[in-house]
């Protein structure tokens, strides 16, 4: 096994679209755990799939990570070691652990078919090693061109998952794996293991979905000579009714989350720390996650996000967001004051809320009044207290007015919020009085 001395991580995510939530939870678990242990994070772009692939979506997903304050160590593409993989290819063939195969995906089906017909496994019959070569020669001819096979050793291959602990796949109940195509590109595998070689990948962290894999790339390593990393398979992240996230069933994408005007912080807890024993709570940074996150408190069970707690979540970290972390946003926005944003950062869902809710205090404001308290609002205004004022005046002035009218509670006090804000709800009228001044006011009374 390579020395965990200095972990080096890597999060592969194929560039054929957005990544979503389910994509960004094990590039945020790699994260967290290569700044757990000091270690070095690479970001492989795997695009072998040349017909899927685009520049564009690669793009698009160092652009996402980067919002949700991931920056890699490294960056690498596939499509620019296509060498690696085909020197790769020949030592396999050398070795005879890679075989050509000829068959078309409809022999293979009608082959899958009469095995299930005779309740045996649907795997590959290895038909292709019988072959002499002067099959392979006639097949050619006849215009076929291979796929390649990596023959499996067939036995029980055991590895201690970080996570889920000591793990047994047996290779001998699963076909041959395809590792070359019949056009000559690479499927997933031989790229993935090679790169993992020569990068020197230390720790596999990746989705349950990916376990049966394991064996069989547990034994492409050992065919190529390479060490053999450890491997750790965390929870699915799936939607509010249980199904998994999907770019083909176009879940919601990062970039979506982003436009919907979500806090980076509140996306990224969501996304990695759901389904585990870690509190979701407003964190500060990705640091502070990733020292606080062992992955024994990865639950085995599915991890399911909850787009209300999201909402929750990220209102909670905007209402402890200090003016320094605001500053710079207001400022974009054309807005400052560090006694404004005190002020109404407990009222925001969304950071963009504070474009409307800044005009409680610099108007303009549409005053709500009803004909019943048009006497009552002329009285007040008429009683509203001289400047300077501070945050007893609300309670001098209302006061005053309870003990000038009888009113009290919401008869007294919704009028007054209705005429000064234009609103029900809103930050407390004692802090709010004093920033929009006594000329505002006595424009927004009757």
Not at 16 to 23: A, E, K, P, S, V
Not at 163 to 174: D, F, L
Request: charged share 25%; with cysteine.
């Amino acid at each position: 096994m390579i020395s965990p001395d200095t972990p080096v991580v890597r999060w592969a995510p194929s560039p054929t679209g957005r990544i979503h939530l389910g994509n960004a939870r094990p590039a945020l678990l790699n994260w967290f755990y290569a700044r757990r242990h000091g270690g070095r994070y690479i970001l492989r772009m795997d695009d072998t799939d040349l017909a899927r692939s685009t520049r564009e979506s690669a793009d698009s997903i160092e652009v996402d990570l980067a919002w949700l304050g991931i920056t890699p160590d490294l960056l690498v593409r596939q499509s620019e070691r296509t060498s690696l993989y085909d020197a790769a290819v020949k030592r396999l063939i050398a070795a005879g652990r890679l075989y050509p195969c000829y068959e078309t995906e409809d022999e293979l089906d009608r082959r899958r078919a009469r095995a299930r017909a005779l309740n045996k496994p649907p795997i590959y019959d290895r038909a292709a090693l019988k072959l002499t070569d002067e099959d392979r020669a006639r097949l050619e001819a006849e215009g076929r061109k291979p796929h390649w096979r990596f023959k499996l050793a067939g036995r029980p291959v055991h590895f201690d998952d970080l996570i889920k602990g000591a793990q047994t796949v047996n290779t001998a109940s699963m076909s041959d794996p395809v590792l070359v195509r019949e056009d000559g590109s690479y499927l997933y595998t031989l790229p993935s293991v090679v790169d993992d070689i020569d990068l020197g990948i230390t720790h596999v962290i990746r989705g349950e979905d990916h376990v049966s894999n394991t064996g069989t790339q547990i034994e492409i390593f050992e065919a190529l000579g390479g060490p053999v990393p450890t491997f750790g398979h965390h929870n699915l992240l799936t939607d509010a009714q249980g199904q998994g996230f999907s770019k083909r069933l176009g879940s919601q994408s990062i970039a979506d989350l982003r436009d919907a005007g979500y806090e980076p912080m509140a996306v990224a807890i969501m996304g990695s720390i759901t389904g585990t024993s870690l509190p979701i709570e407003p964190y500060e940074t990705l640091d502070e996650i990733a020292n606080r996150l062992d992955f024994t408190m990865i639950s085995h069970g599915p991890a399911r996000f909850d787009p209300v707690e999201l909402d929750s979540l990220n209102a909670r970290l905007l209402h402890a967001l200090p003016y320094e972390g605001a500053a710079a946003r207001l400022s974009s926005l054309g807005l400052e004051g560090e006694a404004m944003w005190l002020l109404l950062r407990a009222n925001l869902a969304k950071f963009n809320d504070i474009v409307d809710l800044a005009k409680l205090v610099t108007g303009p404001i549409e005053p709500v009044i009803a004909d019943e308290d048009r006497d009552f609002l002329a009285l007040a205004k008429a009683m509203l207290p001289p400047e300077p004022w501070d945050e007893t005046t609300w309670s001098h002035w209302t006061n005053a007015l309870k003990d000038t009218t009888g009113r009290k509670g919401k008869a007294l006090f919704l009028p007054l919020r209705l005429a000064l804000t234009g609103r029900h709800d809103g930050p407390e009228l004692k802090s709010l009085l004093p920033l929009v001044g006594r000329k505002a006011c006595l424009a927004r009374l009757p």
